[in-house]
């Protein structure tokens, strides 16, 4: 551990397990540093994370930003009883799960974050991200921050695909001189399928694309972002005759503001924990 980190705060860690919610791809800038211990980059903020005696305890010079950022002030054990009440299903995948928090990620960096996962693999995404943060980000204390649009908007297509970015280099470069000129003030302020549309006319954002920016970048929970992982969620348990395109708006209505965390449990659940399923959805 960074000696010279404060320590910040503790959490329970009942309704609050580091490594689920760090790796469920949510976020790509995390490191594991051992079995109970993990680091955490947002922005030009940085956080390690120690779990120990059932607590999880912060170290950081910016505790009100990591507290935040880890949703500290919602109840969990209260999302979980309610989605768990729903079906068989839904409560083998939230007693999975229960650790899983949604984090409230800075909004530019989810944007292009996400750009970068299109198509990709979370080993992948976190090797592409960490090569532009050392190439373009400013330094701290702690390494490298995330890259300012600025930055990305002034730099060729061609340095993101020698960074491992492929095709999507000339999407960051056109989405970020976009963005400098936009305001993300408005975007925030729109309805969920406003912002959804609105942000689906960025270059390189897909359905699929869009939907994790609003749950991640946005705080919006009803939202279903749909994958490999959650197809075969749908067709096991939820099968209703949905064509893939169908099936996020299918979650949604059956969610609806808990969308997005039970997008979460499920694909921790399918992912991790599958062979422990029911057969049916009652």
């Given at each position: 551990?960074?000696?010279?980190?404060?320590?910040?705060?503790?959490?329970?860690?009942?309704?609050?397990?580091?490594?689920?919610?760090?790796?469920?791809?949510?976020?790509?800038?995390?490191?594991?540093?051992?079995?109970?211990?993990?680091?955490?980059?947002?922005?030009?903020?940085?956080?390690?994370?120690?779990?120990?005696?059932?607590?999880?305890?912060?170290?950081?010079?910016?505790?009100?930003?990591?507290?935040?950022?880890?949703?500290?002030?919602?109840?969990?054990?209260?999302?979980?009883?309610?989605?768990?009440?729903?079906?068989?299903?839904?409560?083998?995948?939230?007693?999975?799960?229960?650790?899983?928090?949604?984090?409230?990620?800075?909004?530019?960096?989810?944007?292009?974050?996400?750009?970068?996962?299109?198509?990709?693999?979370?080993?992948?995404?976190?090797?592409?991200?960490?090569?532009?943060?050392?190439?373009?980000?400013?330094?701290t204390p702690y390494g490298k921050a995330f890259p300012s649009t600025e930055a990305i908007a002034a730099s060729p297509a061609e340095l993101f695909a020698h960074l491992g970015a492929g095709y999507r280099d000339k999407y960051l470069v056109a989405t970020a001189q976009k963005l400098l000129h936009y305001d993300l003030d408005a975007l925030l302020s729109m309805d969920t399928p406003s912002a959804r549309k609105e942000l689906l006319t960025f270059m390189g954002v897909g359905p699929k694309v869009a939907d994790c920016i609003l749950l991640f970048g946005m705080s919006r929970g009803d939202v279903f972002p749909v994958d490999t992982w959650l197809k075969k969620v749908y067709h096991a348990y939820f099968e209703h005759g949905h064509k893939d395109s169908e099936i996020s708006t299918f979650f949604c209505n059956l969610f609806g503001a808990d969308a997005g965390l039970c997008q979460q449990y499920l694909f921790y659940f399918q992912r991790k924990y599958r062979q422990n399923a029911p057969n049916t959805v009652q």
């Open positions: 551990m960074t000696t010279d980190l404060p320590f910040a705060f503790d959490y329970d860690g009942e309704y609050f397990d580091v490594c689920d919610t760090l790796e469920c791809g949510q976020i790509f800038r995390y490191q594991k540093l051992s079995d109970d211990r993990y680091a955490v980059h947002s922005r030009d903020k940085y956080a390690e994370l120690v779990t120990a005696d059932g607590k999880v305890k912060a170290y950081t010079d910016d505790g009100d930003y990591f507290w935040k950022f880890f949703d500290l002030d919602a109840d969990y054990a209260a999302k979980a009883a309610r989605i768990g009440a729903l079906s068989p299903i839904m409560r083998a995948a939230a007693d999975c799960g229960k650790g899983i928090r949604i984090l409230n990620q800075d909004l530019t960096e989810m944007i292009f974050s996400f750009i970068i996962s299109a198509n990709n693999n979370i080993k992948r995404i976190k090797l592409i991200i960490e090569r532009v943060c050392n190439r373009l980000g400013e330094d």
